[in-house]
């Protein structure tokens, strides 16, 4: 098991940035993807950015270009850096870990985009 605990987000002005930190409660070496989804009201929860335990990075098409997930396997942290930010973009964001098939998840933070 793993427990997993968002912060950082807030409300942002569009064209803002904001970081998101994920802390998890054990090493996170052998946790080969971690990732970033959110949820807006009334939307299904979806895939934002992924990263394997070797670094590799996934983006959706909504991340490329503006968002960077990077992970740091010695203080079991996965980060979200979230530039140029859009009011589409308001929304939880939850932390993921996929270990053996299952499927873990932060409480969320949110994230609100607006002037």
């Known amino acids: 098991q793993v427990q997993l605990v968002e912060s950082g987000g807030g409300l942002v002005q569009p064209g803002g940035s904001l970081r998101l930190s994920c802390a998890a409660s054990?090493?996170?070496?052998?946790?080969?993807?971690m990732g970033w989804y959110r949820q807006a009201p009334g939307q299904q929860r979806e895939l934002v950015a992924r990263i394997t335990s070797s670094s590799n990075p996934i983006y959706t098409d909504s991340a490329k270009g503006r968002f960077t997930i990077s992970r740091d396997n010695a203080e079991n942290t996965v980060t979200l850096q979230m530039n140029n930010l859009k009011p589409e973009d308001t929304a939880v964001y939850y932390c993921?870990?996929?270990?053996?098939?299952?499927?873990?998840w932060g409480q969320g933070t949110q994230v609100t985009v607006s002037s």
């Open positions: 054990r090493s996170i070496v052998t946790i080969y993807s």
């Open positions: 993921n870990a996929q270990t053996f098939g299952v499927p873990y």
